[in-house]
């Protein structure tokens, strides 16, 4: 249960210094609480409300080494993968957005979300928790690696960002060009994962602070090594000679 608390803290973006500051004690109190010495209930209480759940929600929330809160099963990752809503709406859920997101801001109608939603539970994609809220039955930070999903990302994602006009002031980009090892490509993709975090402790920290309405954003992190670049543009040249 502390391993599951642990994990929705860091999920909404609560290091434990900010906890100890909001609970007005030190950051030493902060990490005995999280490992279970000296927590009372009604301390246990508070710091699940602070993390988004009820202290039912959280008995009833998964376990370290639960396989559903590690990864997808391959049928799984199939069927978010054939259909685009599905999955649409599946990440919001795993994002900690409502299905209504899919309403209010992609029209998805009402009772075809509603469907989905049906679907996803059956599909063991997510529970429906007892004050009603949905939840993914999967860490926000899983790491997309298998095919099924690559495969929908590729289709969706990359004609979008390969339309995108990069010379117009509203797109935002940042590009460089390093020369890495292998060691310097494994700590990339570490990187690439850790700001992917950031961007979700992001969009958390705006849903609570902002007061003009948001707008969906696709944020793309991406490399690819030079040498391919270099031979695409050979071959390039070279049909046009």
């Known amino acids: 249960m502390l391993a599951a608390l642990r994990r929705a803290l860091r999920a909404a973006g609560w290091t434990q ?52 809160a590690e990864q997808l099963t391959l049928a799984q ?13 599946f990440f919001l859920i795993l994002n900690g957005w409502p299905p209504s997101e899919a309403v209010a801001s992609f029209s998805v109608p009402a009772e075809e979300v509603e469907r989905h939603v049906h679907r996803l539970e059956r599909l063991a994609l997510i529970d429906r928790l007892p004050s009603g809220r949905l939840r993914a039955r999967l860490d926000p930070a899983h790491i997309w690696q298998r095919e099924p999903l690559r495969r929908h990302f590729d289709r969706l994602l990359k004609p979008h960002f390969f339309a995108l006009d990069y010379s117009r002031p509203e797109t935002i980009f940042g590009a460089e060009t390093i020369k890495l090892s292998p ?59």
């Open 77 to 89: 990752e199939e069927a978010l993968g054939k259909d685009s809503i599905l999955s649409t709406i």
């Open 183 to 241: 060691t310097g490509v494994a700590r990339l993709r570490e990187w690439i994962e850790t700001w992917r975090a950031q961007l979700r402790a992001l969009e958390r920290e705006d849903r609570r602070t902002a007061k003009l309405p948001g707008e969906w954003y696709a944020v793309l992190a991406v490399a690819r090594p030079m040498r391919q670049i270099v031979e695409i543009n050979r071959r390039q040249r070279q049909r046009k000679n």
């Open 17 to 68: 210094a900010r906890l100890a500051e909001t609970l007005g004690v030190g950051s030493a109190t902060v990490k005995r609480w999280l490992h279970g010495r000296g927590l009372t209930l009604r301390t246990l209480e508070r710091i699940a409300a602070i993390a988004g759940l009820s202290l039912a929600e959280l008995i009833e929330g998964r376990r370290p080494g639960d396989a559903e």
